[in-house]
């Protein structure tokens, strides 16, 4: 009989040190492909996703999705009516991985109730050595461990599971290559999640994406106006390219100087009404990009841009490659280009020995830069990277009230910003009804403004003219145009 060690080799275990090297190899393209004895494995069969972390997670499961409808199984409505659940998983912040390691323990007891019930344990956190290590030592319920690399070999893992009664880990350390035309099961009927790259090189020294998401690397650009073009057939109102830094789009590309201004350019021919796109890194915006969306007005005049720190010395620390100053005329450029443009960022507090000089240059940051929104978060120390291993003589208090006092300052500009749209018609893709109230119905304007206002049902999916009456912070009221 072989020892747990022994069984413990078969496995594909990652590895930072592998996953932290970058070569000059160019990115290999694949096709996604379905062996025919798989297309009915799931047949009569259920499966449940549930997703944590962010709009790349939401599309890796728009993904797993899609080959497992593909390979026979479909949506369930319910969990507990699953014959197969998948957590697809994000490692960016603490919280986030316990919110997964909690439902995982839930898990347990719906495979005592149900032995053949297949659970499967995806995307970043996997594509930890830590995490790896404590699914061996305690989870022994879960049957597929998989990372961001080979969503595509998820029917094998099933009909491993299914048949074979096989545990399957396989989570690979590597740069990356793209496999592309995968199936896909969207979430939403009138917006879609574009990829058009993944990884990040960017190494800022508290995140663990380049180590989980490998090198950056651009799909084909034939590829991505593809998928538009077929989703503007299929009724699509909005489409978001997605990447850890779309600003760097094309640029790994050898013998090529199309870059993600060409992208903006190029896709906006295809007529889709609106197009967005996160996330950004400042120092890789172009004036080719800022061009583009300026020349083109289904290109939305919305710009998540993460500036994370004010200050220059914890700039440095975070390896972000910019000042304030650069951000700062960065952001100016970005107003000049497009008048009117929102603009909003991420920001981080309480980075290690982050002095109350630091905190004062970021607070001052945010007024010059009059961010309308941002995500923000006291820092999270990610195992593996760099910031996890810097002293840190912080108070967790003085953490807190530094949040406090930074989200007080967003809120009032995320009022202000939103004021400035009082008595203006504006343009809204209506996502759906309220949740309390089915007239009331909800969506977007261009500047990614959230608006409630009473319409009909038939207006869903629609873009619609509306006139705003009142701002508030999180939201805007309005009232329909209603045309003759």
């Known amino acids: 009989m072989k020892s747990k060690e022994e069984l413990y080799e078969k496995y594909i275990k990652p590895s930072l040190s592998d996953a932290?090297?970058?070569?000059?190899?160019?990115?290999?393209?694949t096709y996604f492909s379905l062996n025919p004895t798989t297309k009915t494995i799931g047949k009569g069969k259920y499966y449940y996703i549930e997703t944590y972390g962010c709009q790349g997670n939401e599309a890796d499961s728009e993904t797993m999705a899609g080959i497992l409808e593909a390979i026979g199984f479909k949506k369930a409505s319910k969990i507990e009516e699953s014959d197969i659940i998948i957590?697809?998983?994000?490692?960016?912040?603490?919280?986030a991985e316990n919110r997964a390691w909690g439902e995982l323990g839930r898990l347990k007891s719906f495979k005592r109730n149900?032995?053949?019930?297949?659970?499967?344990?995806?995307?970043?956190?996997p594509q930890e050595e830590k995490t790896i290590k404590r699914l061996l030592e305690k989870y022994p319920h879960i049957d597929i461990v998989f990372?961001?690399?080979?969503?595509?070999?998820?029917?094998?893992?099933v009909e491993e599971a299914m048949f074979n009664k096989e545990r399957v880990i396989e989570v690979y350390s590597k740069e990356g290559g793209i496999v592309d035309r995968l199936p896909k099961s969207r979430n939403h009927q009138y917006k879609a999640w574009v990829n058009i790259m993944f990884g990040c090189d960017e190494f800022c020294t508290y995140c663990i994406v380049p180590y989980t998401r490998g090198k950056e690397r651009s799909r084909k650009k034939e590829d991505?106006?593809?998928?538009?073009?077929?989703?503007?057939?299929?009724?699509?109102?909005?489409?978001?390219?997605?990447?850890q830094n779309v600003n760097a789009y094309g640029k790994d590309i050898k013998n090529s100087d199309y870059t993600f201004g060409d992208l903006l350019n190029d896709l906006a021919k295809t007529k889709i009404p609106r197009i967005r796109f996160t996330t950004s890194h400042p120092h890789d915006l172009d004036q080719k990009t800022m061009d583009?969306?300026?020349?083109?007005?289904?290109?939305?005049?919305?710009?998540?841009?993460?500036?994370?720190?004010?200050?220059?010395?914890?700039?440095?620390?975070?390896?972000?490659?910019?000042t304030r100053e650069e951000y700062i005329d960065v952001v100016k450029?970005?107003?000049?280009?497009?008048?009117?443009?929102?603009?909003?960022?991420?920001?981080?507090v309480g980075f290690p020995n982050e002095s109350e000089e630091d905190f004062q240059d970021t607070l001052s940051l945010v007024d010059e830069c009059q961010f309308e929104g941002a995500f923000t978060f006291i820092f999270s120390p990610r195992e593996g990277t760099p910031a996890a291993t810097f002293d840190d003589s912080i108070n967790p208090m003085i953490k807190k009230e530094r949040l406090r006092i930074l989200n007080k300052k967003i809120n009032d500009l995320y009022l202000k910003g939103n004021k400035r749209f009082v008595n203006e018609i504006v343009l809204v893709l209506v996502d759906g009804p309220s949740k309390?109230?089915?007239?009331?119905?909800?969506?977007?304007?261009?500047?990614?403004?959230?608006?409630?206002?009473?319409?009909?049902?038939?207006?869903?999916?629609?873009?619609?003219?509306v006139r705003i009456v009142e701002a508030r912070t999180w939201f805007l009221i309005g009232e329909q145009i209603e045309k003759n």
């Open 20 to 29: 932290r090297r970058r070569s000059n190899k160019d990115t290999e393209y």
């Open 87 to 95: 957590l697809n998983t994000c490692a960016i912040r603490e919280n």
């Open 114 to 125: 149900n032995p053949d019930l297949i659970i499967g344990f995806a995307g970043c956190m």
């Open 147 to 157: 990372g961001t690399h080979n969503i595509d070999k998820l029917p094998i893992y």
């Open 224 to 243: 991505i106006i593809e998928e538009v073009k077929k989703l503007v057939n299929d009724g699509y109102q909005e489409i978001t390219l997605l990447g």
């Open 292 to 322: 583009a969306i300026q020349n083109n007005d289904n290109v939305m005049p919305f710009f998540h841009l993460p500036v994370q720190s004010g200050s220059n010395t914890i700039l440095k620390k975070m390896n972000r490659h910019y």
């Open 333 to 348: 450029r970005l107003k000049e280009a497009v008048p009117g443009i929102s603009i909003t960022t991420d920001i981080i």
């Open 436 to 465: 309390n109230d089915e007239t009331i119905l909800s969506g977007y304007t261009e500047h990614n403004k959230l608006v409630n206002f009473k319409g009909d049902a038939k207006m869903i999916g629609k873009i619609v003219e």
